[in-house]
Structure formats: C-alpha cells, structure tokens
C-alpha cells in the first residue's frame, strides 16, 4: 500500500494513515528517522519492520519488498512529504507488484502539487505536473524550449538553492511577464505565496529562499500560440532567404517587440515538434 503523509502541518496526516502504520508488517520509509518522529507526532506505535528506500537503494531493495508481499506481508510505503511516486520513491515498487499480479492500493493523502495549484489562482481545469527541471543549463533550456508553447498551467518542483536560476531560466524561456506563483513552506507556519511575473519572482529570489519550494507557472494564452505561430513563421522565413537563426530572431522580435530570447526558444520548440532541420544559425 501507498500512503500519503504530511507536506508539512502533522495535523493533515489521515485516520487512514495512522490506521496503516499500527497495523502494517513492514513499513518502507524514504528516511526511517522522519517516519520515526511522525509516528511519535501523530501518536501512533509502528511495530512493523522499518526498512529505508529511497533513490540510492530503490532498485536493490524492491524485489526483498515484493518477495515479503508474496509471502503474505503488509507492505506500507511513505515518503518525506506527500504521496509516494511523485517525484519521490515508489514508482519502482509499484510496477514490479503490479507485474507480480500483487494488488495495490493507497490511502491518499497530502500533495504538494495540488495544494500550490489550488493556491495559485492560475486555472486548473488543465495541468501538468513536470516534475525538477534538469541542473545544467543546456539540458534545462532544452527542456523549457518544449514548454514555450504549453497551454495548460505547469507545476514545479525545485530546491531553494536552486530557485533563482530555475526562475531566471523560466523567464528567458517564457518571457518576465508570464504570470506565475512560489509557493513556499505549504501547510507550515512560515507558509508564503508569492505571485508575480517571473521576472519579478526572479528578482526577488536572487536574495536567497529558504524552505521546500513548488512552482506553478500559467500556460501559453491562447493568442500567445497563435501570435507566436506568426512570428515563428516570419523568423523561418528569414532564415529560408539566407539569414542566421539568431539574426532572423533578433529582427523578428524587435520588430514585434518581443523578447528576442523568448522567441528564440519558440521558434527551436517549434522546431522540434516538426522535426524540421536546424538550418543555419
């Protein structure tokens, strides 16, 4: 079984969830010290096995955890904060029990995710969950290149250490003046919600964010697809009569006046989705 436990705020912990670890045979924990305190918090006794799995033994200890599941053991998986599988452990355990024709099920719980888009004041009727974007630049602006012309609202995880250059990135992929929200320490007592352009959220984050951090950015409006399908079109027709791709950018985007670094990375996710050759640059 899966089992959510709380992002933050001990009180949010489900009857379910105490229920769950009173009566589990083993209980596997992203950090077995963190399962330890909440137990004592939510005032309930594991007398269950405890066992780590996180990342770094995830693979080696999954098949010991289907075996106990096969031989008639109540397997309860937990991590830090929110539900398990979602951008922490679990997805791994999950397959392999499923492969093994050995049921499972979850009690739901809390999530990062869902509270910061229920907070955000951006839509929600649609959106997409992308998870950490990749450290390096070039992997993360080749990321971010893919999302230019995204229109459903995005959430975000990120480290606060991290925070200003994800922003920043953001920023020249998307524009300053994309709306977007930080959410900052959910559910605990030093909870903040900051919305704002992301040029601004940039600047502001440059000073430094401490805390669990997610991130939820508005979609491309619909005129924004259209508009930019437009320039898309004017930039590759530069480039078709000779152009460089940065020149034709440039020229395209001051004449719009748009930002010539948004539009580039339009035009290279515009691109990649039709698979067209790179072409000059």
């Not at 709380?6 to 950090?31: K, M, Y």
């Not at 289907?66 to 929110?82: C, F, I, Y």
């Not at 440059?206 to 991130?215: L, P």
């Amino acid at each position: 079984m899966l089992a959510g436990t709380p992002i933050g705020d001990p009180a949010d912990a489900s009857a379910r969830l105490v229920r769950e670890l009173a009566s589990a045979d083993v209980v596997a924990a992203e950090d077995t010290r963190r399962l330890r305190r909440l137990a004592r918090e939510l005032e309930v006794e594991v007398r269950a096995r405890l066992v780590s799995y996180y990342d770094a033994n995830e693979s080696a200890r999954t098949p010991e955890l289907v075996a106990a599941m096969r031989d008639g053991a109540k397997v309860l998986l937990v991590t830090d904060a929110g539900m398990p599988s979602v951008s922490d452990p679990g997805y791994r355990l999950v397959a392999a029990a499923v492969e093994a024709g050995i049921p499972v099920t979850a009690a739901p719980g809390p999530s990062a995710v869902l509270t910061a888009l229920a907070l955000s004041g951006l839509p929600v009727d649609r959106f997409c969950f992308e998870g950490f974007l990749p450290r390096r630049a070039g992997e993360r602006s080749r990321r971010l290149a893919e999302l230019v012309m995204e229109p459903r609202t995005m959430v975000f995880f990120e480290a606060p250490h991290r925070l200003a250059a994800m922003l920043s990135a953001l920023a020249t992929a998307f524009g300053d003046d994309r709306p977007a929200v930080v959410c900052r320490e959910l559910t605990k007592t030093y909870e903040e919600v900051r919305r704002a352009g992301l040029g601004e959220l940039a600047e502001w984050a440059a000073d430094g964010v401490r805390g669990e951090v997610t991130v939820v950015v508005a979609g491309a409006r619909p005129d924004q697809v259209a508009d930019d399908d437009r320039l898309v079109a004017e930039v590759e027709h530069l480039v078709e009569t000779g152009s460089r791709l940065k020149d034709a950018t440039a020229a395209v985007a001051a004449g719009a006046g748009t930002s010539r670094r948004a539009l580039y990375q339009t035009v290279l996710a515009a691109r990649d989705g039709r698979r067209l050759p790179a072409g000059p640059d």
